[in-house]
């Protein structure tokens, strides 16, 4: 939804900015790694994280109506973990808002199906339950997280999922020059991955916990959280996810604007699903305790695979998903046809 009497290139510039400042933050850190001591890990991870955000920008065909420059522009893998055409295609899937928190439809949902929650094992059971804390989300979420992507990934791939496949081929061009500046610097990977990496994803992990919310309304779904100015800026104003999945095409310096405008409506249509406190009160509510159970309330489907499927999804093809309304699909269609 562009915002009235502005032009394509005044409503992207905010994006240029940023994808700038994202890159010489990070390579200020990790080149001038010796003069700022360990302090160099933390605008590493700060900007690691902020460039997962402008991924994201990318793939909803921003700053430009080409999705291979976009691509082309977020294409340094300084995050490593995740490949970007992944996150492009099962993130798109996730915005078919019918199938939010859908165990098996919505690729980012972290929820289980009764008949997968009764089947996993004790030790699994355990660390789902503590990643449904906030605490426990940012310590043991990423690694549960990429334990079931890899792993549905590699059966993919070893299905002959060619498109898998070439995600990964793409993505591992892009860590080899990552590694390679990394390597130069006499930076040791276990360091960057262990210190960089993977904080940065459990930061980026800090807004995705509380986003979806399982409810039998659709709208009641997404959350709006009203953050400070620098968590608004590392997440890209998707702190306003609830305006995001109605505006998939706004860009994120538009997000605020349309929240002021209809705020009254989305917190309506919400069911108050709002966090005016940002994500302090968030962590007040819900840093040791679960927020929700694992196991899905409603959605309660029994398919063979779906323990794997559970946490991703297959996304080769969209032809066999359930339809994505409007002009979901056009996006679905423009951004993964390369």
């Avoid at 490949?83 to 492009?88: E, N, S, W």
């Amino acid at each position: 939804m562009p915002v009235l009497g502005t032009t394509r290139t005044a409503r992207e510039w905010p994006t240029w900015v940023a994808l700038a400042v994202c890159y010489t933050i990070w390579l200020s850190a990790v080149i001038w790694h010796d003069v700022l001591g360990w302090g160099w890990v933390v605008p590493a991870l700060l900007m690691t994280t902020f460039h997962s955000s402008l991924q994201h920008e990318a793939l909803h065909g921003h700053p430009t109506r080409s999705g291979t420059l976009n691509e082309a522009l977020v294409f340094p893998a300084i995050g490593l973990f995740v490949p970007y055409r992944r996150f492009r295609n099962t993130h798109l899937r996730h915005h078919n808002n019918v199938m939010l928190t859908d165990p098996y439809d919505d690729p980012e949902s972290w929820y289980l199906s009764r008949h997968d929650w009764h089947r996993t094992s004790p030790l699994m059971r355990g660390l789902l339950n503590i990643n449904s804390t906030l605490g426990g989300r940012v310590l043991v979420g990423p690694a549960l997280a990429l334990y079931g992507f890899w792993r549905n990934d590699l059966k993919l791939v070893r299905a002959g999922d060619r498109q898998v496949l070439r995600a990964y081929i793409m993505h591992f061009t892009g860590v080899v020059p990552v590694v390679a500046l990394l390597v130069w610097l006499d930076i040791p990977l276990w360091t960057y991955g262990l210190f960089v990496a993977y904080p940065a994803m459990s930061l980026l992990m800090v807004r995705t916990f509380i986003e979806h919310r399982a409810e039998e309304t659709v709208a009641e779904r997404t959350a709006v959280i009203e953050a400070g100015l620098l968590m608004r800026l590392l997440f890209l104003n998707n702190n306003y996810h609830a305006v995001h999945h109605n505006h998939p095409f706004a860009s994120w310096s538009e997000l605020p604007d349309i929240w002021r405008q209809h705020k009254v409506q989305t917190l309506r249509d919400n069911g108050g699903y709002h966090y005016p406190g940002g994500y302090l009160q968030v962590a007040w509510y819900w840093l040791l305790r679960r927020r929700e159970p694992v196991e899905h309330p409603f959605m309660r489907r029994n398919i063979d695979d779906a323990y794997e499927r559970t946490f991703q999804p297959q996304i080769a093809g969209f032809e066999n998903q359930a339809p994505v309304p409007g002009a979901q699909v056009k996006v679905v269609r423009k951004s993964t046809d390369l």
